[in-house]
C-alpha cells in the first residue's frame, strides 16, 4: 500500500503563492497518475492537476496558468505550486496516487486546508 501525506497548506493573501508537498510512503514509480484534487465548503470534490508517469501534466481550466504540478520520483514526492491564488481557490487539497494497469489502485491523502483571503 501506498501512504500519502499532504503539508504545505494555510492562509495566503489573494495573489500569493503556496507550495504543497505529498510525501508517498513507498515508490511511486508504480503510479502511473497522480494528481491534486480539492474540495470546497459545498461543493464537489474537482480535480485540478494530473501528472503521468511520463511527467504529461493537464491542469483544470480555473487553475491554468497559475497552478504547477510536478513529481519527483527519487523523492516520493509530488508538488503543487500555486500563485496568483485567488479567494475562490480556498479548499482542501488532497494527493492522490493511483495505478490504472495491471495490479491496480487508487489512494488518498488525509487533505490539507488552503484559505485564500481577498
Known amino acids: 500500500q501506498v501512504q500519502l501525506v499532504e503539508s504545505g497548506g494555510g492562509l495566503v493573501q489573494a495573489g500569493g503563492s503556496l507550495r504543497l508537498s505529498c510525501a508517498a510512503s513507498?515508490?511511486?514509480?508504480?503510479?502511473?497518475?497522480m494528481g491534486w484534487y480539492r474540495q470546497a465548503p459545498g461543493k464537489r470534490r474537482e480535480l485540478v492537476a494530473v501528472?503521468?508517469?511520463?511527467?504529461?501534466?493537464t491542469y483544470a481550466d480555473s487553475v491554468k496558468g497559475r497552478f504547477i504540478i510536478s513529481r519527483d520520483n527519487a523523492k516520493n514526492t509530488l508538488y503543487l505550486q500555486m500563485n496568483s491564488l485567488k479567494p475562490e481557490d480556498t479548499a482542501v487539497y488532497y494527493c492522490?496516487?493511483?495505478?490504472?494497469?495491471?495490479?491496480?489502485?487508487?489512494?488518498w491523502g488525509q487533505g490539507t486546508q488552503v484559505t485564500v483571503s481577498s
Open positions: 501528472i503521468t508517469s511520463a511527467e504529461i501534466t
Open positions: 513507498g515508490s511511486i514509480t508504480g503510479s502511473n497518475i
Open positions: 492522490n496516487a493511483k495505478r490504472t494497469i495491471t495490479v491496480r489502485y487508487d489512494y
